[in-house]
C-alpha cells in the first residue's frame, strides 16, 4: 500500500525538482543510494524494474524505506503493463513511471489514486495521457524527442500540462538551466547524478554531496 496519497506525491515532486532514477541488484548498494539522496536533499526516489526479481528487491528497499526514512517518497519507474503496475502498487510503490503510454495502466493506477507517469513523445500522446488522469507527464527520451525546445513548444499550447523529461538530462549548471527555464516542472536522473564511479567507489559522501550541489542549482534557477 502507498504511504502517501497521489496529491502528496504531485506536490513532492515539484518540491523536490530532481528525481533519481537508478537501479542495482545489491540491495545495499540501493539502500547507501537512497539514503545519500536523502540526506541531499532529495526524498523522491524512482526506482527502475530493470534486473530479474527486481520487484522482490523493491519489496525490501519499501519495508526499509518505511522504517528507515519514512519521509522518502519510493516510486516505481521502467513499468510498461497494467500487471506489472499491480505487482508495484501492492508492495508500496507511491508512484508509477513507465518509458511509454499505456491505457491499461493508468484504470490499475487510478483505481487505487496511485501517481501515473507515462512516457510521452508528441503533444497527442501527452492530451489523450492527461485525458486517462496523468498528473505529470514524462518524455522520453527527453533529449531524442526534441530536448528542452520541445518543452517550450508543448507549454505554449498547453501551460496547465506538468513534464518530467528523463533521458538527456545532466546534473549540470548548463543543463538543469535548460530545462528549468523551458518549462519543466521536475527532471529524472539517472547515471549522470548517480555516476557509476560514485557507485564503483561507494562514496555515499560525494554521492550526498553531488546531489546537495544540483538542488541548490535548481534551487538558484527557481528563484531568480
Known sequence: MARYTRTEVIIRMHEAAIIPVFYNKDPEICRNVIKACHDGGIDVFEFTNRGDFAHELFSELS?????????????????????????????????????????????????????????????????????????????????????????????????????????????????LKEWFEAGVSCVGIGSTLITKELIAKKDWEGLSAKITEAVKIVSLLRNK
Request: hydrophobic share 40%; aromatic share 8%; with cysteine.
Open 63 to 175: 519495508k526499509w524505506v518505511a522504517s528507515e526514512i519514512p519521509e522518502m517518497v519510493l516510486g516505481a519507474g521502467s513499468v510498461v503493463d497494467a500487471g506489472t503496475a499491480s505487482l508495484y502498487i501492492q508492495l508500496g510503490a507511491n508512484f508509477i513511471v513507465s518509458p511509454i503510454l499505456n491505457a491499461d495502466m493508468a484504470k490499475v493506477c487510478n483505481r487505487r489514486k496511485i501517481l501515473w507517469a507515462p512516457g510521452c513523445g508528441t503533444l497527442s500522446e501527452i492530451s489523450y495521457a492527461e485525458e486517462l488522469g496523468a498528473d505529470i507527464v514524462k518524455i522520453f527520451p527527453g533529449s531524442s524527442v526534441g530536448g528542452p525546445e520541445f518543452v517550450k513548444a508543448i507549454k505554449g499550447p498547453c501551460p496547465w500540462t506538468s513534464i518530467m523529461p528523463t533521458g538527456g538530462v545532466e546534473a549540470t549548471p548548463e543543463s
